[in-house]
């Protein structure tokens, strides 16, 4: 019954995906698209942690660089096409998270969210450093082999959404798996409270080990994807601040440990942010983190749940307000 | 050598008495509170802007203008604690953190579109003063920097330990269930925490502007010194948070000197995460929770 229900919603829903690009020619709106897609995706691999487990880093962003280094040296260094470089950053990752939350998973709370941040700036910082094998601070751009999608590289917009597409499907297929799995119960439970969790039986070392791993991995393929899509990778962009910013904001926007929440918070502040430059152009800085913030901090002070919670509220009562069927 | 590294070490010093301050500043929130403040390094920046503002209008020296700065933002952490902190108090870590980051987030861009990312500094007379020790070179500003910044150190400890207000605070820290129990009013305590704290972030601030640039992003950097000071000091350790701070100014100056002029954050980065990995509860010990 509920399965069907839920059909009856994706089916349509996935057919508008599908021909948006169709539809829509403008290039401004699909670029808008494809980065509502891409930090959906980033938001969604960032919940499987933040959101379930409660572990709230704000040092994602040393996976997204991890990832877009990691394929654009295999292109530049080897010849090896980004799709296999994506596979290979999101091992990359995976490998890296291990050490990283060795350290991290040390301290709880808040001190856990600092140290991650402080790994993300030191790893920014080592690739500043390193000319020699990742060309330091100027970063590089990547070479334009025109229509080659063996190599990652389209003409024109459309096919980039696709692909962006298909990793948010991938993102929130692993995340509905999870929910389900005994996993996803362990995760809640190490969220609600990690003692009590863990006198039950429940390896909280290890839960938040594995699951690190896949957030990282999944963050990392964003990153692979956000270079092959701008043709350019350097520490500041693949590093930056704003992306593990980005990344926890939509999912708490939207609805923190939700399956669709990441997705709805981007929804709601990526259109705001295209309509704010639309109306002030690029003149005035700081202006999209200033409504950004002014919006996470009404959500935290008067719907901790987010949106997805405002939506099931309304619902409720609109549900209690229509008269009981006898 | 032996001179340089004691100009590195001096020169540590001088910029970690800065760094004290809003570390100091950090783990009184911590320990009273139980809170982290993600936007101590902004009320830095904005007591950056207050004396830059009354030294260009008015001519008022920064170090005067602390006089305006601290009493600004003691009530700036008041009405933050009163409005904003008091609602999100309870057993879950989420709000809590992602309400300060979200300040610190305001505060800076706001800062960005008010004043723009231009580099504003203060020239004063005794900005390029130094005074010889030996073949050692001391750079007033920051002497007088170093000095004020110990002074109110000080005078926070005698606050606290001789004081019924300051008592209250350190019972609150101590054991914030039992302090409740004697009649401490916990709103009030909180609310002085954060003013103090505050106040302090805006003494650095005035402190730092002879010989320092204002611009929106440069609290971050004082964030992330004053968590480090604060985890190596031990969560909550006004002491600890003192020395840990001096500790890291001597290192980044040690690491600007001997291993390039972009590596004094690395420095301090590779000490949190030595610290996080050998000794997670800080180096006196305690308790990292």
């Not at chain 1, 959101?51 to 990691?70: I, P």
């Not at chain 1, 190490?190 to 290890?206: F, K, L, Q, S």
């Not at chain 1, 999912?251 to 295209?274: D, F, H, N, R, Y």
Request: proline residues 3%; contains cysteine.
């Amino acid at each position: 019954m509920r399965v069907t229900r839920n059909l009856l919603w994706l089916v349509p829903g996935i057919a508008i995906l599908i021909a948006l690009p169709l539809v829509v020619k403008s290039s401004f709106a699909v670029d808008i698209f494809i980065r509502i897609l891409l930090f959906s995706f980033i938001g969604v691999a960032w919940n499987l942690m933040g959101g379930y487990a409660k572990q709230l880093s704000l040092g994602h962003a040393a996976y997204f660089g991890l990832g877009a280094y990691t394929s654009t040296i295999l292109q530049i260094d080897f010849g090896i096409s980004p799709w296999i470089g994506m596979l290979a950053g999101g091992v990359a990752a995976m490998l890296a998270s291990l050490p990283i939350g060795w350290l991290c998973f040390r301290l709880r709370g808040p001190y856990f969210t600092i140290a991650t941040i402080a790994t993300a700036q030191a790893l920014m910082l080592i690739f500043l450093k390193f000319r020699d094998f990742a060309w330091g601070a100027e970063g590089t751009t990547i070479p334009n082999l025109g229509s080659a999608p063996l190599m990652m590289q389209f003409e024109g917009k459309a096919a980039y959404y696709y692909v962006v597409l298909g990793l948010l499907a991938v993102g929130l297929t692993i995340t509905w798996l999870i929910e389900r799995s005994w996993m996803g119960y362990y995760l809640v439970a190490i969220g609600e409270d990690e003692d009590a969790a863990e006198a039950i039986g429940v390896n909280a070392p290890r839960i938040k080990r594995d699951i690190y791993m896949i957030s990282a991995f999944l963050t990392a393929c964003a990153g692979t994807f956000y270079s092959q899509y701008i043709y350019f990778i350097d520490p500041a962009t693949a590093f930056s601040f704003n992306i593990s910013i980005e990344a926890a904001l939509v999912s708490i926007v939207g609805g923190i440990g939700t399956l669709w929440g990441p997705v709805i918070g981007t929804v709601l502040l990526e259109t705001t942010s295209a309509l704010l430059q639309s109306w002030l152009g690029g003149s005035v800085g700081g202006i999209q983190l200033t409504v950004y913030s002014l919006i996470l901090m009404a959500i935290i002070l008067w719907r901790p749940t987010g949106l997805i919670g405002v939506a099931t509220d309304a619902y409720r009562r609109l549900a209690s307000r229509r008269p009981a069927r006898a | 050598m032996w001179e340089t590294l004691a100009q590195a070490v001096i020169n540590g010093l001088l910029i970690g008495g800065i760094y004290a301050l809003v570390s100091i500043g950090v783990t009184l929130i911590f320990g009273v509170v139980k809170i982290v403040n993600f936007a101590q390094g902004e009320f830095v920046m904005i007591g950056m802007y207050i004396s830059f503002f009354l030294s260009s209008q008015f001519g008022i020296d920064p170090i005067v203008s602390l006089v305006v700065s601290m009493p600004v933002l003691f009530v700036a952490g008041v009405l933050i604690q009163h409005f904003l902190i008091r609602r999100v108090l309870g057993p879950n870590d989420m709000p809590q953190i992602f309400l300060t980051f979200a300040l610190s987030l305001l505060l800076l861009n706001l800062a960005l579109m008010l004043f723009t990312a231009n580099y504003r500094t203060v020239h004063t007379s005794y900005s390029d003063e130094v005074f010889h020790l030996g073949g050692l070179y001391v750079p007033v500003a920051k002497l007088i920097a170093f000095v004020v910044a110990m002074g109110l150190s000080g005078a926070l400890w005698t606050f606290l330990h001789t004081t019924d207000l300051g008592k209250a605070m350190r019972a609150a820290s101590q054991n914030r269930d039992v302090a409740m129990l004697m009649g401490i009013n916990p709103n009030r305590v909180f609310c002085v925490a954060l003013g103090i704290a505050l106040a302090l972030a805006g003494a650095a601030g005035s402190l730092l502007m002879p010989f320092y640039s204002a611009y929106p992003l440069v609290g971050q950097v004082f964030t992330l010194m004053a968590f480090v000071a604060v985890v190596l000091g031990g969560l909550g350790n006004v002491m600890g948070a003192l020395v840990a701070s001096l500790m890291m100014g001597v290192a980044e100056s040690l690491g600007i000197q001997f291993v390039g002029a972009d590596s004094g954050l690395i420095v301090v980065f590779a000490m949190l995460l030595l610290t996080l990995a050998f000794r997670p509860t800080g180096l006196g010990g305690g308790k990292a929770r």
